[in-house]
Structures are given as structure tokens and as C-alpha cells.
């Protein structure tokens, strides 16, 4: 089957416009603008030197990150390990989980529609498009509780990023979808917020330094995995 990611040809700039046009009078273009807005917020805050959150910015970006690159596990454990209040362990990763999805759902449907081309995020879109096809049947048999389900499930590569996507390829509306693939992730971060407070407070009774320990240890694994499956990306071509 042919990429649905592939370089799109010149337009003319008739065509052009009338394709921005259509991308900011969709529904995912005004979801965009909603997460994209929420990004603009995030970073006025850290500027601003992360008040009534957070003592310093360095630490909000590096909670950030490692949420967005390893995961929301990875994330908490480390806000966790940094003293950060558990309220707002839960509250900073929903906000994180929020503005990603509501930036990468609406991108990810531009660029299915070609009505957006970016190229540097191409492989990354087919990927998650390969999983969410590669779950769309399961879910679809228990519909939008099977969805819901699937965004809470604590595994490797369910989550709202993919059930997004799902909910795209059900042909579920752009809120409706948002709104269970949020609800999902609400109910996850609160989870694993109980679960991952309760670890922290055992592994601290041996050392102070017990928690910075276990977020390393969690960090390489995550990474392994990682490594791991790009490696077995790479190799599978090969076995045609």
C-alpha cells in the first residue's frame, strides 16, 4: 500500500490556499490551535520561573521530557524522586498527557487527509498508525469502552497517543474521541500516580537516594526497549 506520508508535489498557490483554508476551518485545525495554545502557556510559565508548581523551571523540562520520551511512568517517578507534591504530580502530568494529545491527534489527521506534510515526523506517524491498526479490531469489538480500556491499560504502547489514532481509524468524531481518549488518560495518570506514591514511599524507608535509583533503573529499561525495538525494526526487512 502505498505511504500515506509521502512528499506531497508543488502546489500552485491557489491550491495552497485553498488547503490552508480547509485546515483552519476543520475541527482539527481548531484542535491545533488548542494545543498549541496550551504549549504557548507552558512555556509563558516556565519563563516566568514555574510559579505556585514548581522552584525551577530546569525541573519542569526535565519532567516534561522524560514523560514525553519515555513515558508517563518514567515522568511521575521522577517527580516523585524530586519531592514534588503529589497533587501536582498528577495535575502537571495530565496537563503534559493533554496538550500532547490534542497537538499529535489533530496533526496526525492533517496528515492522513494530506492537508499537512511533515516530513521529519513521517516515521513516527507510521508507526503509531502500524500499532493502532495493529489493536483497531480488539477494540473495536467492546466500541468506545474498549477505547477507553486501551488509554488506561499500563502497557507498552497503549496509551492516548495510539487511542487516538484508534478512534480516528473507528471513525469516532473528533470530541467524542478526544473526550474518551482523555477520560482514559485521566484515570491512568491517577492510577499510576497511587501506584507510583505508595513505591516511593517504601523505597525511601532504605535510602534517600532509593528513589533516584529506581527512576535510573526504570529509565535504562525504558530505553532498552527503545533500542531494542528500533533494532528489530531494522532487522525485519531483511528476513523477506
Not at 60 to 71: M, N, P, S
Not at 75 to 93: E, H, I, K, T
Not at 188 to 208: E, F, K, T
Request: proline letters at 5%; glycine letters at 8%; aromatic letters at 10%.
Amino acid at each position: 500500500m502505498e505511504s500515506d506520508y509521502r512528499r506531497l508535489e508543488a502546489d500552485t498557490p491557489e491550491v495552497g490556499k485553498h488547503r490552508n483554508a480547509r485546515l483552519l476551518s476543520s475541527q482539527e485545525g481548531l484542535i491545533l490551535l488548542v494545543g498549541l495554545g496550551l504549549a504557548i502557556l507552558y512555556f509563558m510559565w516556565l519563563a516566568l520561573g514555574c510559579p505556585l508548581v514548581l522552584e525551577r523551571p530546569e525541573e519542569a523540562l526535565a519532567i516534561t521530557a522524560t514523560q514525553v520520551i519515555l513515558g508517563r511512568a518514567a515522568g511521575m517517578s521522577l517527580s516523585y524522586a524530586m519531592d514534588v507534591s503529589p497533587r501536582v504530580v498528577v495535575l502537571f502530568s495530565m496537563f503534559v498527557e493533554t496538550a500532547s494529545v490534542l497537538v499529535f491527534y489533530p496533526l496526525f489527521v492533517l496528515t492522513w487527509r494530506r492537508l499537512l506534510v511533515i516530513n521529519v515526523l513521517s516515521g513516527f506517524m507510521q508507526r503509531t498508525r502500524q500499532v493502532a491498526e495493529d489493536h483497531r479490531d480488539a477494540v473495536l469489538r467492546f466500541g468506545i469502552p474498549g477505547l477507553l480500556f486501551f488509554v488506561w491499560l499500563p502497557f507498552w504502547m497503549t496509551g492516548p497517543l495510539v487511542g487516538s489514532v484508534i478512534g480516528f481509524l473507528l471513525g469516532l468524531r473528533p470530541w467524542v474521541n478526544l473526550t474518551v481518549v482523555l477520560i482514559g488518560t485521566y484515570l491512568a495518570v491517577l492510577s499510576w500516580g497511587i501506584l507510583l506514591r505508595r513505591i516511593h514511599q517504601h523505597v525511601v524507608q532504605y535510602s534517600p537516594y532509593a528513589p533516584l535509583v529506581l527512576v535510573a533503573v526504570l529509565i535504562a529499561v525504558l530505553v532498552g526497549v527503545i533500542v531494542g525495538r528500533g533494532a528489530y525494526r531494522n532487522r525485519k526487512p531483511s528476513k523477506k
